[in-house]
């Protein structure tokens, strides 16, 4: 297979981000530009997604599904760049929770990404040279733009569900939002309505990781022909300890030597949990863009669906019919319970028809993607309910 | 709670057998008027939002304290959230319900009047079924041995139980004067479920209730 030389090669990452392997890609042209909340206008412009299942035929089985910060399209397929497994495959798929053989799953890569959405790593129409810093800021509302537009190109109206966890459920709240007639049901995972300031500070020492990097040139590195990886690695493994409880760690690392018994008294990998980091960071840089990472960060950063409704998060979801299930997981710091129960009582100030459920787990934010046979079950029993509400057929 | 067997009972009174065999659940549930929305304060496992979806068709939401009760019921397709009835209710609209349920929940809250006064608020009506702690029963241990009581309905003892503010139905009906609200209808049931006849005077079901429900409403 000549395809596998490819993946540590620094070209493979550009590769994707304009014409990715094994998706579908949507182009959007002149006569369609995506209005972005900074007042630019972004076009021409492509969306990369999968899809799996079969939309059913009064198109009304359709499920969204919206990842986090680095996952991709390949929600529940082999990943083209990593050859692993998709992120949720324990979620999606044939009798999974999220049943592809009931549900038309749809994931598309998000606007500003690298996996063959438009962003920083596309070429720009009009230099012919990749956009770089030139690309514009992207939001989460932005994001969600694109993917209506996705959703329309579809012949979809109405999605019978959004699905995701983390800058997934951002996105999740987003749509209940903007689209609240176009969304029955949602269900957004260890999310906030807010990025919270230390939220906004972990990410801040990650860009500017990145930034430091002398291979970033000012985030002209793929013109350049250098790459910022140590500044990207770094990054990754800042925001992976925030993605992990303490607890989680100790289990699984403690102060474990990596193969020694003795210190060597140098600042080589002695302890597992460093080298578990530096891996976690080393592989994170094969498959994800740099600047990508500074401007999906930055849509997050500037996420606070409050404000944009004078403060008062229920105004954000007034007479909403759309049905709730919000899940938090108890040792997620990043976004901790409390912040979910804000959603909830928003929600119950608007009497919206809302679930919420907080799972116990050791496993820290990363618990929506890990095998959580709680969060299985209550994803699976909402989605039943709903489904049956919806008038969708229901397989015993 | 504890299940008791009161199914037998509850079909002679032509109603559903309810799983636990909670007798009260059934008397709640005909006190609700069909298709309307209703709000079920610690609704533990879901049992009288199933029992009132299946049977009335209602719009029904939950609040339970217990993790383990709020999954189950989500994995049932409910629409329940964790949460606390003290500190939760204060987050809802006025009149965001018809009706805002209380079963055997009563006697485990911190400030049971703040608690009642938020659900006719919340709801146009409350209805409200709780163990009665002046029961003869109840009296005679106390009399007779001088410890707190222990029966099959509330099994534990005093320093374990979530329960914190036993009444009386007595105690009850004052509190609703006290707050201003009218009560509707009202319905005690003796140690084997079965009503007791609606013409017996105050007292009697003030002594041989065991658990009583009412429902209630703001007075106009």
Redesign the interface.
Known sequence: MAEANLISTPQATPREADAPRDSLVVRFGADQPLRLDSGVELSPFQIAYKTYGQLNADRSNAVLICHALTGDQHVASVHPVTKKNGWWETMVGPGKPIDTERYFVICSNVVSGCMGSSGPSSINPKTGKPYGLDFPVITIRDMVRAQAMLIDHLGIEMLFAVAGGSMGGMQVLQWAQSYPERVFCVLPLACATRHSAQNIAFHEVGRQAVMADPEWRGGRYLTEGTNPRRGLAVARMGAHITYMSDAALHRKFGRKFQDRNNPTFSFDADFEVESYLRYQGSSFVERFDANSYLYLTRAMDYFDLAAEHGGVLANAFRNTQT?F??VSFTSDWLFPTSES?EI??AL????A????????TDKGHDAFLLDEP?LF??V???L???A?ARGLGIKE | MQARPYRELAAANGARNTTSGRVDLLVVAQMVEPGS?VLDVGCGDGELLKILTETKNV?G?GIEIS?EG??F???????????DADT?LA???DD??DYVILSQTLQATWQPRVVLEHMLRIGERAIVSFPNFGHWKIRLMLLLFGRMPRTANLPETWYNTQNIHFCTIRDFRDLCNEVGVKIETAVALDAWGRKLRLNFPWWVWNLFGEQAVFRLSRRR
């Open positions: 049905r299930c919000v129960r909830v009582h119950n100030a608007t009497s028809r809302v679930s919420f459920a907080e799972i116990v709680e079950a209550i699976r029993g909402f039943d309910g709903a049956k | 929305r719009d939401r993790r709020v999954n019921c989500v994995a049932k397709g409910l629409a329940v959230i964790q949460g939760d987050d809802y609209p965001a319900f």
